[in-house]
């Protein structure tokens, strides 16, 4: 599989005629739906939700969803077990934002079916309240509605505010940045814009992939999390821009940019399996994961084997930036470091297709990956002669991993 931005182009191609055709289905079924404030609000904006956007796919997933809860009349299980019904209807619950109110509905007694028809009412009050307030730009507000980070917005004095907003734009690309205060947007808006330009200079792929799927960067101040993005909402990062250093920053933004571009894949088509035996050791984590989680790792953090792995091939001693000693000593510990990981994972992921696990397109994925990564194996010794204070932390990593490969084995 080609990653080139012909490629990309098409992949994104392929998600808005998958809007079309959910969008189509979701007309051609409303008739069949009991009327509802949703119901009639979605009939009066079908102009807005014709076209795809980031948005719109975020709201008609969840539209979908809603639907589905409200028109459902899960058979009822025994005393001991659900039904395959009730199963699909606990979990897309669970799944939901409203996991917390439905569940304490399930703790009063109430059936999986009663629980759901009892909440359903305030799901469509929330899918409605976010319909007016981002697409038709009313400031109404619902005691049932959930305030929406990865949509700028925030509690601020007991009411529902937006972030500040602006637009970089950069070489090619206009990348929308949100923060509480100006302060912060000045001071992300240059590590951002610096960051980006070293990416663009030193890692032309990283760049041309990022220009694709990254449209809106918003920080979270969290010291537990470094940064996160949903399947269902494309193209908008959320990321730790309070506790990184600048060398996170760039490595962040594309690691993020790896959900986004996987996503569209998994949008579209399944990749994997999923089994849930977690018999898979990763070497990010340190424990051990399901396929999922192994999966999503190699192809997320290989991107920030691209870009390590590019500038550390550079002479950094004589390019326009000028990096610390310290920071020179990271980029060729992170391009050493994954790529050791990724060779780790990579056996794993091998025996896995062996399984039947990992689908066709899923495959070509992970095997194009780790075809580039074989190319710069002839880079490897030279970057690890060039560590200083990660020597023992190579040897230290050379050795767990040989230690859970043998305890890890498989068949």
């Known amino acids: 599989m080609n990653f080139s931005p012909a ?6 191609s392929r998600i808005r005629s998958r809007y079309q055709l959910k969008w189509r289905k ?19 904006t079908e102009k807005e939700l014709s076209t795809y956007t980031n948005f719109n796919w975020f709201f008609l997933k969840q539209v979908e969803t809603f639907f589905f809860l409200q028109n459902i009349e899960p058979t009822a299980g025994n005393e001991n077990s659900l039904s395959r019904d009730e199963e699909r209807v606990f979990d897309t619950w669970n799944n939901s934002e409203f996991a ?12 999986v079916a009663q629980a759901s028809q009892i909440n359903i009412r305030q799901f469509e009050q929330h899918l409605l309240t976010m319909g007016k307030r981002h697409i038709d730009k009313v400031d109404v507000r619902s005691t049932s509605y959930r305030i929406q980070s990865a949509l ?5 004095n007991g009411k529902i505010s937006p972030l500040l907003s602006t637009t970089l734009h950069l070489e090619g690309k206009d990348l929308d940045l949100m923060t509480p205060t100006l302060k912060e947007m000045n001071l992300f808006s240059h590590r951002i814009e610096l960051g980006l330009k070293l990416i663009r200079t030193f890692s032309p792929v990283s760049w041309n992939r990022f220009t694709n799927f990254t449209d809106t960067i918003i920080p979270i101040k969290d010291k537990e999390f470094v940064s996160y993005s949903h399947q269902d909402f494309p193209c908008v990062s959320m990321i730790n821009l309070y ?7 760039m490595d962040d933004l594309l690691h993020e940019n ?45 991107w920030a084997f691209r870009l390590f792995s590019d500038l550390a091939s550079r002479d950094l001693d004589n390019i ?24 780790f994972s990579f056996e794993d992921l091998k025996w896995a297709k062996s399984q039947g696990l990992i689908g066709k397109t899923g495959w070509e994925i992970i095997n194009s990956q780790q075809k580039e990564l074989n190319k710069m194996k002839k880079f490897l ?4 002669r060039k560590l200083r204070t990660h020597r023992k932390d190579l040897l230290k990593l050379k050795s767990e991993l040989r230690t859970n490969r043998k305890k890890f084995k498989k068949d």
């Open 7 to 12: 490629q990309y182009r098409r992949l994104k």
């Open 26 to 44: 979701l007309k051609a079924n409303l008739r069949l739906y009991p009327t509802g404030p949703l119901k009639t609000w979605i009939k009066d």
């Open 100 to 111: 917390d109110v439905f569940l304490r509905t399930l703790n009063k007694g109430k059936t």
């Open 152 to 156: 700028g917005e925030r509690l601020r």
């Open 243 to 249: 506790d990184r250093d600048f060398i996170d920053l």
């Open 258 to 302: 790896g959900h986004h571009h996987l996503n569209h894949y998994l949008n579209l088509e399944k990749l994997i399996e999923e089994p849930a035996d977690m018999i898979y050791y990763s070497p990010w984590r340190r424990t051990i994961r399901p396929l999922r989680g192994i999966y999503h790792a190699y192809f997320t953090f290989f």
């Open 320 to 343: 326009w930036y000028k990096f610390s000693d310290a920071q020179k000593e990271k980029i060729y510990w992170r391009a050493v470091e994954e790529f050791h990981m990724l060779n």
């Open 381 to 384: 010794s030279v970057w690890e």
